[in-house]
Structures are given as structure tokens and as C-alpha cells.
């Protein structure tokens, strides 16, 4: 690993997650007069850290660092643990900032279910919410921020000047090398996104430790959630097929609820759990692999 201040440069991996809020704010939330530019220009400190993550971001995350990556934890031989388990493991990751304002992972990943499910969702849905960040315990292994959250895009083909500071690309190595900084690059027109690496972190993770037990419409949300290249800008379809467009209209409609969900009222968990726990036991084995 990096020195510290490249492994952590975020205060919590929550102040990517605010960066992103403010890029696509809620159309709720900014109805009150204020332009989508105004909300999202608002004076943060927050933004030079944020900046500096993806500074990191995007010059580190190469080809070959994914495909290191894959070789690495997609042996899945780290941990197994109950899922129970593993939310305790995950809300280890405290916010040390802002003790008493932030919601442990836990309640993120609850109120984006609980959502879900107001809406009338079906329940592999519900617990596809459940389920989206669980790949964050990649930061407890030991894994840098960068390597872990922040945007999605693919690697191997051209940087789009649509993913978020786009800039910072000229000092991943990938951009100089020409069977990697094409168009199409390593891929070939519309070859869809299963042939695709994309860059490493938490939902290419986490996608493929449940891949056995949720519908592909789930899958999509969890391996996709984070790739707004795509899902808001519209970047990549050059590399998607027919398959991956009709499944980007269930990452679409998910993103909402991991987004906009986000509230200071935790979630009552003695009341939700017997409910969650069903659901958990009706797809998903006694332990996950880690
Ligand atoms: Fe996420
Ligand atoms: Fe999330």
C-alpha cells in the first residue's frame, strides 16, 4: 500500500458519496429555487479532499492494477462469515469526523432497503439494497480508499471526459499506452459489459461474492451502482449490447434509492429484523465467502 495520506485521504468513504449527491442532486430537494449549478457549488471543504481521492483514483487505477485485484480477492479466501457478522465487521469502518451526525454503514444500507421496499419493490430488490455496499469491507482488508469507492469506469479502452475530473487520467499510465487509450481499446464495438473490467472497488466485489444467489437485474445494480459514466451520462454505450441496455433501466431505477434514502433517522432495527433475517435465509447461503 501507498503511504497513508494516499490510502486515506477521505475522512470516511462517506464524503464520496456526499460528492456524488451533490453532482446529481435530488430534483426533490433542489426544487426550492436553487439551480442544479447552485447546489452544487456550494463552498465545502470537503471538496479538496474529495478532489485529492480522485486524483489518486484515477491515476492508480490501471489495467493491470484491476486484473491484480480480480487475481487477489475474487479467490474469495480471505474470510467467511455470517452476513451478520459481516455488517459488525463492516460498521467498524466509523466515521471518526462526525461521530454523532453519521449513520453507520448498516443504516445506509437499510434505509436504501427499507425504500426499496415502501415502494413495493420485489424482495431480491429489497435485498440487493441490503447488499450494494457490502464490498466497502474491502478498506477493513487493508485496501486503500481509491481501491475501494469512488466512480466506476472501465479500463482498457479511452478515459470519457464525462467520468467526474477527468483530468487527473493523464497520470494513469494507461492513457499513454495505445492498446489502451482508443476508443475501444482492449474491446471491440458494443462487445457488451460482461467483457469489460472495470476500474476496482466495492460493487465489482461485491457483485461477484452473491453472482450464485440474486437475479441478473440484481446483479446489474450491485456491479453497476457506481458507474455514472453510464447510468446518469450516457459515456460507454459504444461498449454495451442489446442484454446490457435493457438491464440499465434496473440500475436506473435503483440509484434513486441508494442516493436519495439517506436520512438522519436510523432505521428501527429490533422491529426490521425478523424480516430481514427471512430474507436473508430465503437467497442466501448460512456464510459468505470474503
Ligand atoms: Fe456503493
Ligand atoms: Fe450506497
Redesign the pocket.
Known sequence: MKNNSEAAPLKSLDEWEDDVLRRYPDPESITDGKTVEEYRNYDNPERDTVKEFYRLNHTYQTYDFVLNKQAEFLKFDKKEMPIWEAYEFLNQLVDDSDPDTDLDQLQHLLQTSEAIRRDGHPDWMVLTGLL??MGKVLCLFGEPQWAV?GDTFPVGCAHSDKIVYPEFFDQNPDSTNPAYNTKYGAYSPNCGLRNVNMSWG??EYVYNMVKDYLPESGLYMLRY??FYAQHREHAYDHLMDDHDREMFKWVKLFNPY?LYSKNPNPPDWKVLKPYYEDLVAKYLPATLKF
Request: glycine share 0%; charged share 40%; net charge negative.
Open positions: 450494494h455496499d469507492v466495492h460493487d451502482h457506481s441508494d
